[in-house]
């Protein structure tokens, strides 16, 4: 079965906790701390891999968790690192945060790599904390938190050529004939719901992979009909086959039908309106098609190459695949633009390391380096305590509070950690 979208959850693994130990060998008295530092956590990694052509395997597993780093030892022994979790996806997938849309990672190429969820830190030991004025500290860290959230993957398909056009006019009939593809093929709409790949082989030894990009609709471009699934696979063709039932067997208008579709091309995204087009017009073998050929040729064929197959028969095939053989050498890879960016001066202003806002009586504290100290601060160790104290008040969060008011018997928050204020 054929996935392109998938959503799933990673995170990296937690560094391991630093340790708090002193030596303890005859003839070394007061031989000081020996609490050696955590390991650092494993990284979730994505690898590109050409050997793929689904996101299947995230339809059963959703979860993914990198190894989290040992904990330090005694006698400066440091934990060992955990191992990074490495996941193989197609080439051609589309990384995206699931929560703010923000794109982490393009993967075009086979074998590139993109960490998504990094391993956090490893906690430092006692040994780290020794001083002028604390020769034997018990003070230790926690390890960090390795990064965590959820992902969402959409797979672009990378073939040099894409079919489109109306349902059930013929494009799998098409690629069934012309490469070892085997699509559904029955006589109704919508009978293709998910994108085929073909590899076509040419007599000359050359080969090229086809698309056959399931039936579009007027409004695809808004969504309409899956419009949104299907139109993302034309991104990356470098050519686009628009195939026509040319016989109109259905009452439907050929030169109407090109039209239409092109235009959701374009509306879908402006840049494929300039892709390369050929004009497959199939259905020749049906009664009518010569008519509607000598039309079609008058309305469009001084823009663009026409060919008259037919898929059941095979009819012009052959012609029609050694001249995009011969075309596809001199197309330019197509580039996806990721999203527009608009160039402005660079002003540099300095991240703000905390906020403090009152809610429901309650002073919470917020900000990316005092949480990383609070879950990195061993609380069961008085040390430790005091040390978190000291970096409140360093950072000026204790003047801020006051600032604010705070009083003696009011509730802080800080994380998931909640105290009462005291002078």
């Known amino acids: 079965m054929f996935y392109d979208q998938a959503k799933i959850y990673v995170k990296g693994g937690d560094g391991g906790a630093g340790a708090v130990a002193f030596r303890r060998e005859k003839y070394v008295p007061e031989g000081g701390?020996?609490?050696?530092?955590?390991?650092?956590?494993?990284?979730?990694?994505?690898?590109?891999?050409?050997?793929?052509?689904?996101?299947?395997?995230?339809?059963?597993?959703?979860?993914?968790?990198?190894?989290?780093?040992?904990?330090?030892?005694?006698?400066?022994?440091?934990?060992?690192?955990?191992?990074?979790?490495?996941?193989?996806?197609?080439?051609?997938?589309?990384?995206?945060?699931?929560?703010?849309?923000?794109?982490?990672?393009?993967l075009t190429e086979h074998g590139q790599r993109v960490v998504v969820a990094a391993g956090g830190r490893g906690g430092r030991g006692n040994a780290r904390?020794?001083?002028?004025?604390?020769?034997?500290?018990t003070l230790s860290e926690n390890g960090e938190p390795g990064t965590e959230h959820w992902l969402i993957l959409e797979l672009k398909?990378?073939?040099?050529v894409g079919l489109v056009g109306f349902p059930n006019v013929g494009k799998s009939t098409l690629i069934s004939r012309v490469s070892a593809a085997k699509p559904k093929i029955a006589d109704y709409h919508f009978t293709t719901?998910?994108?085929?790949?073909?590899?076509?082989?040419?007599?000359?030894?050359?080969?090229?992979?086809?698309?056959?990009i399931p039936g579009l609709i007027e409004g695809a471009h808004t969504g309409a009909g899956l419009g949104h699934d299907f139109l993302r696979h034309t991104e990356r063709t470098k050519l686009i086959l628009h195939v026509l039932d040319i016989s109109g067997a259905e009452g439907r208008d050929p030169v109407q039908d090109f039209k239409v579709i092109q235009e959701e091309l374009r509306l879908y995204k402006s840049h494929l309106d300039e892709r390369p087009v050929l004009i497959v017009a199939n259905k020749?073998?049906?009664?009518?098609?010569?008519?509607?050929?000598?039309?079609?040729?008058?309305?469009?064929?001084?823009?663009?190459?026409?060919?008259?197959?037919?898929?059941?028969?095979?009819?012009?095939?052959?012609?029609?695949?050694?001249?995009?053989?011969?075309?596809?050498?001199?197309?330019p890879v197509p580039e996806l633009e990721l999203h527009q960016v608009e160039h402005r001066p660079l002003?540099?202003?300095?991240?703000?390391?905390?906020?403090?806002?009152?809610?429901?009586?309650?002073?919470?504290i917020r900000g990316r380096e005092i949480e990383r100290h609070l879950v990195m601060t061993n609380f069961e160790s008085e040390e430790g305590l005091r040390r978190f104290q000291k970096i409140l008040k360093v950072m000026g969060i204790d003047d801020a509070l006051r600032a604010q008011g705070i009083g003696v018997g009011d509730k802080v928050k800080i994380g998931d950690l909640e105290f009462e204020w005291e002078e």
């Not at 979730?44 to 030892?73: C, I, M, N, S």
């Not at 002003?347 to 919470?364: H, N």
């Open 33 to 106: 701390p020996s609490g050696g530092d955590g390991g650092r956590g494993g990284s979730v990694t994505f690898v590109a891999d050409e050997g793929l052509r689904t996101l299947v395997d995230f339809r059963y597993k959703r979860h993914y968790k990198a190894q989290r780093g040992e904990h330090g030892q005694g006698k400066n022994m440091h934990g060992k690192s955990g191992e990074d979790l490495v996941i193989r996806i197609p080439v051609g997938t589309l990384v995206k945060d699931a929560d703010s849309g923000q794109v982490l990672a393009d």
């Open 129 to 137: 904390f020794i001083s002028n004025t604390n020769k034997a500290p």
């Open 284 to 331: 020749m073998d049906i009664p009518g098609a010569e008519e509607n050929l000598k039309r079609l040729s008058l309305e469009l064929g001084e823009k663009y190459r026409i060919y008259p197959v037919s898929a059941a028969t095979g009819e012009g095939l052959t012609v029609l695949m050694q001249d995009i053989s011969a075309m596809l050498p001199n197309l």
């Open 157 to 160: 398909l990378l073939a040099d």
């Open 347 to 364: 002003r540099v202003q300095a991240e703000e390391r905390f906020t403090i806002s009152r809610e429901d009586e309650i002073f919470v």
């Open 193 to 212: 719901l998910v994108p085929n790949l073909g590899v076509v082989s040419v007599e000359d030894g050359t080969s090229f992979v086809i698309a056959d």
